[in-house]
T-cell receptor
Framework: EAGVVQSPRYKIIEKKQPVAFWCNPISGHNTLYWYLQNLGQGPELLIRYENEEAVDDSQLPKDRFSAERLKGVDSTLKIQPAELGDSAVYLC??????????????FGPGTRLTVL | AQSVTQLDSQVPVFEEAPVELRCNYSSSVSVYLFWYVQYPNQGLQLLLKYLSGSTLVKGINGFEAEFNKSQTSFHLRKPSVHISDTAEYFCAYFDDKIIFGKGTRLHILP
């Protein structure tokens, strides 16, 4: 069974440029998560989807970040415009349930973003 | 507010020696605790979780953790480590979502 797929794995852009990350969750998983992982820190949730509905986007900086999960399958996270402080690893995860404590999350390898 | 504290940012240990990675939690309500592992250039993987019941939780790759309510701890242990255990380990708790600690980097020395 294929795991969570993310692309690209690495991205280098100049500040003020737009950037997009793509995630394809494990087949059949209803819930999809985007996390931000700064260097030396644990991941922090940006947004959680149940099917196509964003049920928790309280930590998403909506002035420059946006996300979508059309048709409730794969998802795109966008930053426009990127800032130097956005350099980090962006992780996608999926789970078969609705995101409770018994619902195991499966993580992709992440996209490492460097903003110059 | 709930939180977890990982007391060591890095832990060096010789191959085949035992290891303990420390995690303390603070909570006044139900406690759901997890340990995740992140191998180099890979995503996170669940090692084990405590939801209720037996305080000794066994996970994958020979790891186990003990939920200690009196000491508010959930330390991760392995009796004999291998080079392949080199990774970052995250303690986490659930409070409407999973909240991760800052991580402990495990260095295996030959």
């Amino acid at each position: 069974e294929a795991g969570v797929v993310q692309s690209p794995r690495y991205k280098i852009i100049e500040k003020k440029q737009p950037v997009a990350f793509w995630c394809n969750p494990i087949s059949g998983h209803n819930t999809l998560y985007w996390y931000l992982q700064n260097l030396g820190q644990g991941p922090e949730l940006l947004i959680r989807y149940e099917n196509e509905e964003a049920v928790d986007d309280s930590q998403l900086p909506k002035d420059r970040f946006s996300a979508e999960r059309l048709k409730g399958v794969d998802s795109t996270l966008k930053i426009q415009p990127a800032e130097l402080g956005d350099s980090a690893v962006y992780l996608c995860a999926s789970s078969p349930g609705t995101g409770g404590p018994t619902d195991t999350q499966y993580f992709g390898p992440g996209t490492r973003l460097t903003v110059l | 507010a709930q939180s977890v504290t990982q007391l060591d940012s890095q832990v060096p240990v010789f191959e085949e020696a035992p290891v303990e990675l420390r995690c303390n939690y603070s909570s006044s309500v139900s406690v759901y605790l997890f340990w995740y592992v992140q191998y180099p250039n890979q995503g996170l993987q669940l090692l084990l979780k405590y939801l209720s019941g037996s305080t000794l939780v066994k996970g994958i790759n020979g790891f186990e953790a003990e939920f200690n309510k009196s000491q508010t701890s959930f330390h991760l242990r392995k009796p004999s480590v291998h080079i392949s255990d080199t990774a970052e380990y995250f303690c986490a708790y659930f409070d409407d979502k999973i909240i991760f600690g800052k991580g402990t980097r495990l260095h295996i020395l030959p």
